[in-house]
């Protein structure tokens, strides 16, 4: 069975897409710890991210990166974490959070409830940065 990265890069459920490539995607998270949390995922469906080819290891953090300077400049935290922790999706990805101090970065924290307008505005302003880089 797919997970559900994998449904949503199918298009069988919805997800807000900041980025994307042949062997990558972005998209925002719908509990998000902190305004901006973006998933960089594989399109490949791999559980551990040790088990990815040197390759596909280097695309999915060439495009984290790509993904998180995007979030600095639309969000301007203090720094943009980049977490590999995967135990609520079997599916490779790399969590990108906006956060200015460390106690931020506990998913205890996720906001589970937050409105769809807001993740809407979230994506919006992350590819508003990815436009204001190339000019």
Known sequence: MPSVFTRIINGEI????????DEV??????API?????LVVTRQEIDLWTDLSPELTAR???AAQ???RAIDRAFKPRKVAALVVGLEVPHVHVHLVPF???AELR??????????EQLDEAARR??????????
């Open 34 to 38: 902190n305004p901006g949390h973006t």
């Open 60 to 62: 999915l953090f060439q």
């Open 66 to 68: 790509h993904v998180a």
């Open 107 to 116: 998913f205890d924290r996720a906001d589970h409830g937050v409105a769809p």
């Open 126 to 135: 992350i590819t508003a940065a990815f436009a204001d880089a190339e000019q």
């Open 14 to 21: 919805p997800g807000r897409f900041v980025y994307s490539d």
């Open 100 to 102: 200015n101090v460390e």
């Open 25 to 30: 995607v972005a998209f925002l998270t719908i």
